[in-house]
């Protein structure tokens, strides 16, 4: 519900950290807490154990998103961004070998990279095909979107 409640409102970071601390994290500590109890008094190696065992180990990883209201508590945005590589897996068959594919895959990574970077790709794949032969081996990390400009050169 807070989520929901903070999206369709437009908090803000600080915001929707106050709210979740206020509604969420009662309901994390008792959640953890009762993991913690029932896994001591469930030893079992069956079903319910592995269950219990495996919150007591995951449930803590939660935590960073009751601290820091920027982290989002579902990945719809991220699966939305990589919904067109999703979809144009299908037609790395028809790359014509492996090394084509993972070439493609790479190449929609760059593209998806540039989207989200805001960064034009023709722009920067023409200025780092044009400046690659040069380029020091040790430093190409400066030619990846997120980096790329950075240096006043473009």
């Given at each position: 519900m807070s989520e929901t409640h903070c999206r369709r409102h437009n908090r803000n970071a600080q915001e929707r950290l106050a709210i979740r601390q206020?509604?969420?994290?009662?309901?994390?500590?008792?959640?953890?807490?009762?993991v913690n109890y029932a896994q001591v008094n469930n030893l079992s190696k069956g079903d319910m154990g592995k269950a219990l065992h495996?919150?007591?180990?995951?449930?803590?990883?939660?935590?960073?998103?009751?601290?820091?209201?920027?982290l989002e508590l579902d990945n719809n945005l991220i699966e939305n961004s990589i919904r067109p590589l999703a979809?144009?897996?299908?037609?790395y068959m028809f790359a014509g070998s492996n090394k084509g594919a993972q070439r493609a895959a790479m190449m929609y990574s760059f593209f998806a990279s540039c989207q989200k970077l805001d960064v034009?790709?023709?722009?920067?794949?023409?200025?780092?095909?044009?400046?690659?032969?040069d380029h020091p081996v040790n430093g190409l990390e400066?030619?990846?979107?997120?980096?790329?400009?950075k240096d006043g050169e473009v």
């Open positions: 206020r509604l969420s994290l009662p309901v994390y500590n008792a959640l953890l807490d009762w495996y919150a007591k180990n995951e449930l803590p990883k939660l935590r960073a998103c009751l601290t820091d209201g920027r979809l144009g897996r299908k037609n034009n790709p023709r722009e920067w794949l023409k200025d780092v095909l044009e400046r690659l032969p400066t030619l990846l979107p997120g980096e790329w400009g």
